[in-house]
DNA sequence: CATGAATGTTCTATATATAGAACGATTGAA
DNA sequence: TTCAATCGTTCTATATATAGAACATTCATG
């Protein structure tokens, strides 16, 4: 014997309506009918109809084959966040915020911070000739991406030591102490990129 | 009468076996039993067993419930990918893929292409005088990112048109066709950055 | 006004996702 | 050895997700 209980579970409820939404959305903005999209996924119309008023509880498959016929991925139709914010942004230089090495020798441009995505961000960075930057843990599996335009650099992480030169990315963890050194004989030019875990995955 | 055909279609078929190694994966790390996580999430044991095996068809529900447990989304289960990628990278100049715009006048070189991390990727991009680069429309709701590091750059979209010159950044929306332009007289040079719709979302 | 071809909705029958129980395998302690 | 506990698997019954058909509505065009 099997006994079940209904679950409208809040949080699962609210990932079903938004879920509908962005299938009728995504649905209409490429002027689609029910039944053609129906036709181009393999999904009964009458499914869609239901998953957009989120009066049923689809399938993975049934997801999978919605949105490859829309064009995303599961991950992005479910993650889409429908704030539309057709915004423009032009920052000024005086508008980015720049920080110093304690040695005066490094700058780092923080160009990339962007309020409504917090776990991406990205710096312009510029150091002379032995110019060290020492930088503290950041959050919990946070990665660090450095990709040298001009120079020569060293990069410290916990006991490793590697060297970049122009044209190479060097990529690593960086929820240790670190540091970025310029090992050249002229000042080294570089574009660094930090991509927070949570994107990721809320650690072990 | 219905008559209903099994689906195995192969895309799914993948998309439900890295679902299945990705539970696995989690629920380990955590050490936790089918048991204990059955307790956690309200989702039966058996359908756990199933579902890390590949043998099941999940509800967004279950998904719903069990990623929960775990400590995250379903799109973050779902967009997982792989396996715990290197601690290190190293890429060398010829590893980076160098795209041309069609008059051979811009360059653009993919520095930043993660496997695990689809929805961020970024590039060094340079430009001789009167160089012109042309996008199609990038997938729905990306924001594209250009830093001007050196020169001076046009920027296209639908029919807004915007100047960028060194020090400046500017962020537009990217699902329609742009171009970018350099309007000066020496060689630009600009970072930029695009991050997919996929990851406009609030809390981890 | 018809009449048809679209649209989205509700109905109905079946395949199947799911919960719970029963099972077998492994471990550890008395 | 026993016994008990705990693991993952497999079985079974039911709730339900799904496909397809029937239905309802709009909107053309004659």
């Keep these: 014997m099997a006994r079940q209980k209904r679950t409208p579970c809040p949080e699962t409820d609210a990932l079903g309506a938004k879920l509908g939404k962005t299938i009728l959305r995504l649905r209409t903005a490429d002027r689609l009918s029910l039944g053609d999209l129906s036709g181009m996924s393999g999904v009964a119309k009458s499914m869609i109809s239901q998953i957009e008023k989120n009066e049923t509880n689809p399938t993975l498959a049934t997801l999978s084959r919605l949105s490859q016929a829309l064009g995303t991925s599961v991950e992005a139709v479910l993650g889409a966040n429908e704030e539309q914010t057709a915004l423009v942004e032009h920052s000024q230089p005086q508008d980015i915020p720049v920080l110093h090495s304690e040695d005066g020798l490094c700058k780092l441009r923080i160009i990339g911070f962007i309020d409504t995505v917090q776990w991406v961000q990205w710096y312009d960075f510029t150091a002379e000739p032995n110019g060290i930057l020492e930088s503290s843990a950041h959050p919990n599996g946070s990665i660090e991406n450095l990709s040298v335009l001009t120079g020569k650099l060293e990069v410290s992480v916990n006991n490793d030591v590697?060297?970049?030169?122009?044209?190479e990315t060097l990529r690593y963890h960086a929820d240790f102490d670190h540091s970025i050194r310029n090992?050249?004989?002229?000042?080294a030019h570089a574009t660094m990129v930090n991509i927070l875990a949570a994107s990721i995955r809320p650690q072990s």
Excluded at 162 to 167: E, I, P, R, S
Excluded at 183 to 187: C, F, K
């Design 162 to 167: 590697w060297q970049v030169k122009a044209g």
């Design 183 to 187: 090992i050249g004989d002229i000042t």
